[in-house]
C-alpha cells in the first residue's frame, strides 16, 4: 500500500506493507535510525516519536496509521544546525549514559515543554514515566528538562557561547577552543 506523511518537515511517499511498523518504517525505508527499538511491548518507550506534536510508541503503530500525519524525530528536533533545548539540556546536565533511551526521552521532553513551558519535576517525572532508563536513576534526565525549560530556543546560542562556570561558584572557565597556540 502507498502511504505519504510529513517527517521532520518533509513530506514522503512510500510503498509499504500494512504490517509494517512505524519505528521500522523510520528507521529501514527512511534510514532515521536515532528512534531505537527496544521491547516491541511498549514498555521501554525508547521507541518514541513525535506524531502530530504528541509523544507515541513507534512498535504499536503501524507505519499506515501514521499517514497523513506530523511525525517528528530525534534527528527533526535541531534546526538550521542548533540543537533544540532539550538536546542543549541533556548534554549540559549530562542525562544520558548508554543512550539509548535519550531520544524518546527528549521527544517526550519536548512535548511537554510544548505544552507547559515551566512544569515542576512531579510533572517532568509524570511525562516520562512511560519511559524505562537503566543508566541514569532519572535525577539527570529530570535536570536536563529543566535546563531547557530555563533556556528556551534562541536562548541556546546565547548559552553556548558564554564561558562555562564551574558549578556552585562564581567562577568562569574561558572557552579558549579557537584561541590560536602561539611557540
Given at each position: 500500500?502507498?502511504?505519504?506523511?510529513?517527517?521532520?518537515?518533509?513530506?514522503?511517499?512510500?510503498?509499504?506493507?500494512?504490517?509494517?511498523?512505524?519505528?521500522?518504517?523510520?528507521?529501514?525505508?527512511?534510514?532515521?535510525?536515532?528512534?531505537?527499538?527496544?521491547?516491541?511491548?511498549?514498555?521501554?518507550?525508547?521507541?518514541?516519536?513525535?506524531?502530530?506534536?504528541?509523544?507515541?510508541?513507534?512498535?504499536?503503530?503501524?507505519?499506515?496509521?501514521?499517514?497523513?500525519?506530523?511525525?517528528?524525530?530525534?534527528?527533526?528536533?535541531?534546526?538550521?544546525?542548533?540543537?533544540?533545548?532539550?538536546?542543549?539540556?541533556?548534554?549540559?546536565?549530562?542525562?544520558?549514559?548508554?543512550?539509548?533511551?535519550?531520544?524518546?526521552?527528549?521527544?517526550?521532553?519536548?512535548?511537554?515543554?510544548?505544552?507547559?513551558p515551566h512544569p515542576d519535576d512531579?510533572?517532568?517525572?509524570?511525562?516520562?514515566?512511560?519511559?524505562?532508563?537503566?543508566?541514569?536513576?532519572?535525577?539527570?534526565?529530570?535536570?536536563?528538562i529543566q535546563w531547557a525549560a530555563?533556556?528556551?530556543?534562541?536562548?541556546?546560542?546565547?548559552?553556548a557561547a558564554t564561558d562555562e562556570?564551574?558549578?556552585?561558584?562564581?567562577?568562569?572557565?574561558?572557552?579558549?577552543?579557537?584561541?590560536?597556540?602561539?611557540?
Open positions: 500500500m502507498q502511504i505519504s506523511m510529513t517527517v521532520n518537515g518533509n513530506e514522503v511517499v512510500s510503498e509499504v506493507e500494512p504490517r509494517v511498523l512505524l519505528v521500522h518504517y523510520i528507521r529501514d525505508v527512511l534510514g532515521l535510525t536515532g528512534t531505537h527499538w527496544g521491547c516491541d511491548t511498549t514498555n521501554c518507550g525508547t521507541c518514541v516519536v513525535l506524531m502530530d506534536g504528541q509523544p507515541v510508541k513507534s512498535c504499536t503503530v503501524l507505519a499506515a496509521m501514521a499517514a497523513g500525519h506530523d511525525i517528528r524525530t530525534v534527528e527533526g528536533l535541531a534546526t538550521a544546525g542548533t540543537l533544540d533545548p532539550v538536546q542543549q539540556g541533556f548534554m549540559e546536565e549530562h542525562g544520558l549514559q548508554c543512550g539509548f533511551c535519550t531520544p524518546g526521552m527528549m521527544l517526550t521532553a519536548r512535548a511537554l515543554l510544548d505544552k507547559n512531579t510533572e517532568i517525572r509524570k511525562a516520562i514515566s512511560g519511559q524505562i532508563c537503566r543508566c541514569t536513576g532519572y535525577a539527570t534526565i529530570v535536570r536536563s530555563a533556556h528556551p530556543a534562541g536562548a541556546v546560542a546565547d548559552v562556570v564551574i558549578e556552585g561558584t562564581d567562577t568562569a572557565i574561558p572557552d579558549i577552543a579557537d584561541t590560536e597556540v602561539k611557540a
